[in-house]
């Protein structure tokens, strides 16, 4: 390694640090905001409580799945042990624990920032929108600098240590595996909640949103945390890891036919100018006193987009890295940020798509799903083509760069256009976790009694969290499908090394008239869709049991319709924290176990096959479920601040029908697809040696 790559991963060891040190400063200063209303801190304290006990059984039932992947990679990866170097296997076991112990703390992060972040915004809000903003921006932003600096510091110091990119996959394996699990098993307790709640609240009793009579109204909540905070850092560290991890397998490759370590280099210093990048940007963000929050976080965004461009090519200059490969990275960037303003004209409410939605739902539920339905799949394209088009010109800019390794270059390409989107990852965090803070603010604004004016200003900040969360949904679906491009050309490069080794042909593409590589394929393409399917039974089944239990406490407690009696929320949490850890292992395990069986059956074609199925389809349904279930939740929140009808009325009922059909879609499985697709990715990279050596077709 040459002393230029070496300083800039010292580099990024340190934009690290700065990173956690500005999170401490961030979280202490959210920490010190006043809060006095004694029932706004019960209520914070019965949410904190429940996100806690939820993330420690899951964590539990994790760790032994956990326990068991290691022992397995221990056996068998990179090779297996009675035939291999123990050492090796030793390490990729270490960086996998790794992966998921990093995971975890960035999940564990979130909701202890989260939690006091709530309740901080919401009396803010008495103040205006200003200081509620930034309480709950400010909040979301330690996630951010957090998650990234965490993903950039892990991935430097394996590295580091090891100075092999391939156990980067057993590190980006641990980080995936975790991810799948933890956003599976949030998203299906936040929407078990909030469809028993908003069907028994809204729609039967005609009682507000977040009234403290509704017995799952605390685990609502709860559920905007385990879901949005801790599900949604886990799924976007895993992204941030798995693009490195790629990029760094083909740089790795690419610099041992060069000689010298220029690309290594390369992927470091644009990963650690972009958290850079997003530091800035977070310090920048503002509003004001009667400001618009949509405009604030994007223009965080758009500053954070120019921020990286600038740096980016100030180091290319200085370093004397290559400007076409500089150019993919540009690409990936603004491929994302443009992906990010078609998905927020599906699902803002000042625009078109929400308004027919909403005016729609004057003539009943079925017209608010299918107008949803329709502008969901309309919502695909331009994602869709934005990532073809990102990969094609990425591919296109990087092929002549050396003719006799212009695949090899152009699919690195494609993999810094992944890193490139990624690049802003640490702002996406944090508008991202912005959401779900204001939401528990506006909740526990209502429940605390604070007034009309105040809800008035927490609806506001909750909207742009809504619009804010489909763009970073969307994002993340994006950048996840990018990164898989790239994966599938670690898996290629993965697959030549072993071939060289046992003296086998390699893989130089897969042809789709080949009848294992089209197997494979529909295999592939199915997947997405039964995980989705069972993810979302899930939620049925565990929201069915909710309703009853929230029946019963109606029925039983006296005075509880009256308010004069508190509702059991515990009884609500139970019942989501159980469900959920039920329903998350069976999903979880049908991605991998497909995956094994298609590699054991066809071979690494088949397994080529299996993951570019699984790519299209299942970023055709995240984008989907994710850009449709965003759009019913704004058309729903449009009615309510008393366009076509307002509140209770009939147009309102059938927005509130909609909306439940979309949590699941929008929190459950949408957001829960890209990550499948990373880990089956990275499961066929580790297991490639054993899928050539031992298949029964290939």
Same mark, same amino acid.
């Given at each position: 390694?040459?002393?230029?790559?070496?300083?800039?991963?010292?580099?990024?060891?340190?934009?690290? @640090?700065?990173?956690?040190?500005?999170?401490?400063?961030?979280?202490?200063?959210?920490?010190?905001? $006043?809060?006095?209303?004694?029932?706004?801190?019960?209520?914070?304290?019965?949410?904190?409580?429940?996100?806690?006990?939820?993330?420690?059984?899951?964590?539990?039932?994790?760790?032994?799945?956990?326990?068991?992947?290691?022992?397995?990679?221990?056996?068998?990866?990179?090779?297996?042990?009675?035939?291999?170097?123990?050492?090796?296997?030793?390490?990729?076991?270490? /960086?996998?624990?790794?992966?998921?112990?990093?995971?975890?703390?960035?999940?564990?992060?979130?909701?202890?920032?989260?939690?006091?972040?709530?309740?901080? %915004?919401?009396?803010?809000?008495?103040?205006?929108?200003?200081?509620?903003?930034?309480?709950?921006?400010?909040?979301?932003?330690?996630?951010?600098?957090?998650?990234?600096?965490?993903?950039?510091?892990?991935?430097?110091?394996?590295?580091?240590?090891?100075?092999?990119?391939?156990?980067?996959?057993?590190?980006?394996?641990?980080?995936?595996?975790?991810? @799948?699990?933890?956003?599976?098993?949030?998203?299906?307790?936040?929407?078990?909640?909030?469809?028993?709640?908003?069907?028994?609240?809204?729609?039967?009793?005609?009682?507000?949103?977040?009234?403290?009579?509704?017995?799952?109204?605390? /685990?609502?909540?709860?559920?905007?945390?385990?879901?949005?905070?801790?599900?949604?850092?886990?799924?976007?560290?895993?992204?941030?890891?798995?693009?490195?991890?790629?990029?760094?397998?083909?740089?790795?490759?690419?610099?041992?036919?060069?000689?010298?370590?220029?690309?290594?280099?390369?992927?470091?210093?644009?990963?650690?100018?972009?958290?850079?990048?997003?530091?800035?940007?977070?310090?920048?963000?503002?509003?004001?006193?009667?400001?618009?929050?949509?405009?604030?976080?994007?223009?965080?965004?758009?500053?954070?987009?120019?921020?990286?461009? /600038?740096?980016?090519?100030?180091?290319?200059?200085?370093?004397?890295?290559?400007?076409?490969?500089?150019?993919?990275?540009?690409?990936?960037?603004?491929?994302?940020?443009?992906?990010?303003?078609?998905?927020?004209?599906?699902?803002?409410?000042?625009?078109? $798509?929400?308004?027919?939605?909403?005016?729609?739902?004057?003539?009943?539920?079925?017209?608010?799903?299918?107008?949803?339905?329709?502008?969901?799949?309309?919502?695909?394209?331009?994602?869709?083509?934005?990532?073809?088009?990102?990969?094609?010109?990425?591919?296109?800019?990087?092929?002549?760069?050396? $003719?006799?390794?212009?695949?090899?270059?152009?699919?690195?390409?494609?993999?810094?256009?992944?890193?490139?989107?990624?690049?802003?990852?640490?702002?996406?965090?944090?508008?991202?976790?912005?959401?779900?803070?204001?939401?528990?603010?506006?909740?526990?604004?209502?429940?605390?009694?604070?007034?009309?004016?105040?809800?008035?200003?927490?609806?506001?900040?909750?909207?742009?969290?809504?619009?804010?969360?489909?763009?970073?949904?969307?994002?993340?679906?994006?950048?996840?499908?990018?990164?898989?491009?790239?994966?599938?050309?670690?898996?290629?490069?993965?697959?030549?090394?072993?071939?060289?080794?046992?003296?086998?042909?390699?893989?130089?593409?897969?042809?789709?008239?080949?009848?294992?590589?089209?197997?494979?394929?529909?295999?592939?393409?199915?997947?997405?869709?039964?995980?989705?399917?069972?993810?979302?039974?899930?939620?049925?089944?565990?929201?069915?049991?909710?309703?009853?239990?929230?029946?019963?406490?109606?029925?039983?407690?006296?005075?509880?319709?009256?308010?004069?009696?508190?509702?059991?929320?515990?009884?609500?949490?139970?019942?989501?924290?159980?469900?959920?850890?039920?329903?998350?292992? $069976?999903?979880? @395990?049908?991605?991998?176990?497909?995956?094994?069986?298609?590699?054991?059956?066809?071979?690494?074609?088949?397994?080529?096959?299996?993951?570019?199925?699984?790519?299209?389809?299942?970023?055709?349904?995240?984008?989907?479920?994710?850009?449709?279930?965003?759009?019913?939740?704004?058309?729903?929140?449009?009615?309510?601040?008393?366009?076509?009808?307002?509140?209770?009325?009939?147009?309102?009922?059938? %927005?509130?029908?909609?909306?439940?059909?979309?949590?699941?879609?929008?929190?459950?499985?949408?957001?829960?697809?890209?990550?499948?697709?990373?880990?089956?990715?990275?499961?066929?990279?580790?297991?490639?040696? @054993?899928?050539? /050596?031992?298949?029964?077709?290939?």
């Amino acid at each position: 390694m040459d002393a230029v790559t070496f300083g800039v991963q010292l580099v990024s060891v340190l934009i690290s @640090l700065l990173a956690f040190a500005y999170a401490a400063w961030l979280y202490l200063w959210v920490k010190r905001l $006043p809060s006095s209303n004694a029932r706004i801190a019960h209520v914070g304290r019965l949410i904190r409580e429940g996100a806690r006990t939820f993330l420690r059984k899951e964590y539990l039932v994790l760790a032994r799945f956990a326990l068991a992947a290691g022992a397995l990679i221990f056996l068998f990866l990179p090779s297996p042990l009675w035939s291999g170097s123990v050492r090796e296997n030793v390490v990729m076991t270490v /960086a996998y624990f790794a992966g998921t112990v990093f995971s975890a703390i960035a999940g564990k992060i979130g909701i202890e920032v989260a939690t006091i972040a709530n309740i901080k %915004a919401a009396e803010a809000a008495q103040k205006g929108i200003r200081p509620s903003f930034m309480a709950g921006f400010r909040g979301g932003a330690v996630m951010g600098m957090a998650v990234v600096g965490a993903s950039l510091i892990g991935v430097t110091l394996v590295y580091l240590l090891t100075n092999d990119a391939s156990t980067l996959l057993g590190f980006s394996f641990g980080a995936s595996s975790l991810a @799948l699990f933890a956003k599976a098993g949030g998203g299906i307790f936040t929407k078990t909640a909030d469809i028993s709640a908003d069907l028994t609240g809204k729609v039967e009793l005609g009682i507000p949103e977040d009234d403290p009579r509704n017995p799952a109204v605390i /685990a609502d909540n709860v559920g905007d945390n385990v879901g949005d905070v801790a599900g949604m850092g886990a799924d976007l560290f895993d992204s941030n890891v798995a693009s490195m991890a790629a990029a760094l397998v083909m740089a790795s490759s690419l610099d041992g036919a060069m000689g010298g370590s220029t690309f290594v280099g390369m992927v470091f210093c644009y990963a650690a100018l972009g958290l850079l990048a997003s530091l800035i940007g977070v310090m920048c963000a503002r509003i004001g006193k009667n400001g618009n929050p949509t405009s604030a976080l994007n223009a965080s965004t758009y500053i954070t987009t120019g921020v990286y461009v /600038a740096l980016t090519a100030l180091a290319t200059l200085v370093l004397g890295y290559e400007w076409r490969i500089w150019g993919a990275c540009i690409v990936g960037l603004l491929v994302g940020v443009i992906i990010g303003i078609a998905t927020d004209y599906f699902t803002d409410d000042t625009r078109k $798509p929400v308004r027919h939605v909403a005016s729609a739902s004057a003539s009943g539920p079925a017209f608010t799903v299918l107008s949803g339905v329709s502008y969901g799949f309309l919502s695909v394209l331009p994602a869709m083509a934005g990532i073809g088009i990102s990969a094609l010109v990425a591919y296109q800019l990087c092929v002549p760069i050396y $003719p006799a390794l212009s695949t090899e270059f152009a699919m690195f390409g494609i993999s810094m256009a992944a890193v490139g989107m990624l690049s802003i990852v640490g702002m996406i965090v944090s508008n991202d976790a912005y959401g779900p803070i204001v939401d528990n603010a506006r909740g526990l604004a209502e429940m605390g009694g604070l007034g009309e004016e105040v809800l008035s200003v927490t609806d506001q900040l909750d909207s742009a969290g809504n619009t804010v969360k489909a763009v970073t949904k969307g994002f993340a679906i994006a950048a996840a499908g990018l990164t898989v491009i790239a994966l599938l050309g670690a898996f290629m490069s993965e697959v030549n090394t072993a071939a060289a080794a046992l003296g086998v042909a390699g893989l130089s593409g897969f042809d789709i008239m080949d009848p294992l590589v089209f197997f494979g394929m529909l295999a592939g393409a199915a997947i997405p869709a039964v995980f989705s399917a069972l993810l979302m039974l899930g939620v049925n089944r565990n929201a069915q049991r909710m309703v009853g239990e929230i029946h019963r406490q109606f029925t039983t407690i006296p005075g509880l319709r009256q308010g004069k009696a508190e509702p059991e929320y515990n009884r609500c949490i139970d019942i989501a924290t159980t469900g959920a850890i039920r329903e998350l292992i $069976p999903a979880g @395990l049908v991605a991998i176990v497909a995956t094994l069986l298609v590699g054991f059956v066809g071979g690494v074609r088949a397994i080529g096959g299996f993951l570019t199925g699984n790519i299209v389809s299942g970023l055709l349904l995240a984008l989907f479920m994710s850009n449709a279930g965003g759009l019913w939740d704004n058309a729903k929140k449009y009615v309510e601040a008393g366009h076509e009808g307002g509140r209770n009325s009939a147009a309102h009922k059938a %927005a509130v029908v909609g909306d439940t059909v979309g949590d699941p879609f929008k929190d459950t499985a949408g957001p829960s697809i890209n990550t499948q697709i990373t880990v089956v990715s990275l499961v066929s990279s580790l297991m490639s040696t @054993l899928f050539l /050596a031992g298949s029964l077709f290939g």
